[in-house]
């Protein structure tokens, strides 16, 4: 059963870097579509927009799979410790 516990110790690091690079991506994201007042022409804002709305989704989406893994694992620990 240890190497289990090894396994889903790596895990939970990974999903946890996982979850703060999502932050990070989302939060950028974020601040391009909020540049886009600030842009001159039509065609950067156009860029801006559709850059900072990827970004957010890519960002939004490492963070909700990273938490919905760490549930998955924080759930599964407490069953094998709880029988």
């Known amino acids: 059963m240890e190497p289990l516990d090894i396994k889903d110790r790596a ?3 990974s999903m946890q870097i996982n979850n703060a690079l999502g932050i990070f991506i989302l939060f950028f994201g974020a601040v391009v579509v909020a540049a886009i007042p600030f ?3 039509t065609f950067d804002k156009m860029t ?3 850059a900072g709305v990827i970004l957010v989704i890519i960002g939004g989406g490492m963070m909700w799979y990273a938490r919905k893994a760490i ?3 924080k759930k599964k ?7």
Not at 77 to 83: A, F, L, R, V, W
């Open 11 to 13: 895990r939970m690091k």
């Open 77 to 83: 620990q407490e069953s094998s410790t709880g029988s």
């Open 39 to 41: 842009s001159d022409n």
């Open 71 to 73: 549930k998955n694992i």
């Open 48 to 50: 801006n927009l559709v």
